[in-house]
């Protein structure tokens, strides 16, 4: 999936709000198992903004997912992309998520 948002900017996978992991696990709650902060992240001033930040079509990210949702097939993911979501503590959950 090469459209996978993450607005969860403290996430060692994230660059400018885009998932640069080349394998994401959505679990059966449609958290992301893959998040991970980043603690020089959070220290940072500035983050830039996706409007302005150049998006990286380049990584093509495999998503495994555990939850009842309607673009589960097989456990992986079929949505044209996903987006996700949380507080930039522990949760980081897929927005994309639709329950079946």
Do not use: W
Request: hydrophobic share 30%.
């Amino acid at each position: 999936m090469k459209d996978l948002k993450c607005a969860l900017a403290e996430c060692e996978h994230n660059a400018a709000y885009c998932c640069c992991a080349n394998k994401i696990d959505v679990n059966p709650a449609a958290g992301c198992n893959t998040y991970k902060p980043n603690s020089q992240k959070r220290k940072s001033i500035f983050e830039m903004g996706e409007d302005f930040a150049k998006r990286n079509y380049d990584v093509d990210t495999n998503v495994h997912c555990d939850a009842d949702c309607i673009f589960n097939k097989s456990c992986i993911c079929t949505a044209n992309g996903i987006t996700v979501l949380g507080d930039n503590s522990t949760d980081a959950v897929c927005a994309t998520f639709m329950k079946r």
